[in-house]
């Protein structure tokens, strides 16, 4: 059975750093692309940034600007988010995904159906 978990979310201020964590169980981590997505109050879920499982390769949403950075470490079946310089138009639920077949990318309209996803965490950012 496929589990995955974030952690790592909470109250932060504007122009604060955070870090994401996300776990994944139940297959073998490193055979799967792995993204985050966020859902801000009031609107549809986002796609916010994606690794792939072979390189490594990266790729961000252009709202990240780069203050964002997606890395994953296999030996610990886990995928991180290092958020910089946090706005307040950061708030809102992230959640990790998994996708649900080896090999494949998860695309930016990814939705519960066709891939493997979190219950999420919660970003607040204010001050």
């Known amino acids: 059975q496929v589990r995955v978990v974030e952690s790592g979310g909470g109250l932060v201020q504007p122009g604060d750093s955070l870090r994401l964590s996300c776990t994944a169980s139940g297959r073998t981590f490193s055979d799967y692309t792995m993204a985050w997505f966020r859902q801000p109050p009031g609107k549809e879920r986002q796609f916010v940034a994606g690794i792939s499982w072979e390189n490594w390769e990266t790729d961000y949403a252009d709202f990240v600007k780069g203050r964002f950075a997606i890395s994953r470490d296999n030996a610990q079946n886990a995928m991180y988010l290092q958020m910089t310089d946090i706005e307040p138009a950061g708030t809102a639920e992230y959640f990790c995904?998994?996708?649900?077949?080896?090999?494949?990318?998860?695309?930016?309209?990814?939705?519960?159906?066709?891939?493997?996803w979190g219950q999420g965490t919660q970003v607040t950012v204010s001050s």
């Open positions: 995904v998994q996708a649900k077949y080896p090999g494949l990318r998860i695309t930016r309209t990814s939705t519960q159906s066709s891939d493997y």
